[in-house]
């Protein structure tokens, strides 16, 4: 089992919809959570960090983080099709030196 | 300007040529991290250093050659790369090593690199 998996895409939605990205892993160790935007032949820009469990919003972008289930989730309303990019999450456990995970990543793209 | 800054942002090279990739932060930050990105593939972790010393190589073929002569800079020196080693290479950096707590990473735009 990868220890973090994403739903690869492409992800295609009607400009205003609302979009539900997702991410499972596998470490309960995990404690920090991320999400990144990564435009096409750009390099990933941090959108949300989150600790725990719980929401945190941001504009038009909320996460979730269920630790329970080990899953977390980016939702973004109102989506427009400058949202269209690939998405990355990334988690960490906070401790010193041990790597961030990132998943692949989906495909996003909001159709005008 | 962006807090990590890549240079060159297209490289084309042949096999037997030798070029360097650089990367500069202009965030303070302690950490810095070469990291190689290909299409539908997860980012791959490279290599790590930490207050300019190597903390890990993630068992990178030798044709690839990362140097780091303080906190700011970073580079990667290619030599004999395959047609195989085009990607993304991410430089990114840290305030702190890896996933500690409060810890976030940033990354610069990539060096997008061809191998013919």
């Known amino acids: 089992q990868k220890e973090v998996e994403q739903d690869p895409g492409p992800l295609s939605v009607p400009e205003g919809a609302i979009v539900s990205l997702n991410c499972t892993y596998s470490?309960?160790?995990?404690?920090?959570f991320m999400w990144y935007r990564q435009y096409s032949r750009k390099g990933p820009e941090l959108l949300m960090y989150?600790?725990?469990?719980g929401n945190k919003e941001d504009g038009r972008f909320t996460a979730q983080v269920d630790k329970s289930s080990k899953y977390i989730s980016l939702f973004i309303r109102d989506s427009q099709p400058s949202d269209s990019a690939t998405y990355l999450c990334?988690?960490?456990?906070?401790?010193?030196?041990?790597?961030?995970?990132f998943g692949p990543g989906t495909r996003l793209s909001v159709l005008p | 300007e962006t807090g990590v800054t890549q240079t060159p942002r297209h490289l084309v090279m042949g096999m037997t040529n030798k070029k360097s990739l650089k990367c500069e932060q202009h965030?303070?930050?302690?950490?810095m991290y070469w990291y190689k990105q290909s299409a539908k593939k997860p980012l791959e972790l490279m290599f790590v250093?930490?207050?300019?010393?190597?903390?890990e190589n993630n068992s990178v073929p030798s044709r690839f050659s990362p140097e780091c002569p303080n906190s700011s800079h970073l580079f990667l020196h290619l030599h004999t790369l395959q047609p195989e080693d085009s990607a993304l290479y991410l430089c990114?950096?840290?305030?702190?090593?890896?996933?500690?707590?409060?810890?976030?990473?940033?990354f610069g735009e990539g060096s997008w690199l061809t191998v013919v």
């Open positions: 990114a950096s840290s305030q702190l090593l890896g996933g500690a707590a409060g810890n976030t990473i940033y």
């Open positions: 470490n309960s160790a995990f404690q920090y």
């Open positions: 989150t600790y725990s469990s």
């Open positions: 990334a988690m960490s456990s906070g401790n010193y030196g041990q790597n961030f995970v």
């Open positions: 965030l303070g930050h302690n950490a």
């Open positions: 250093y930490n207050f300019k010393e190597q903390t």
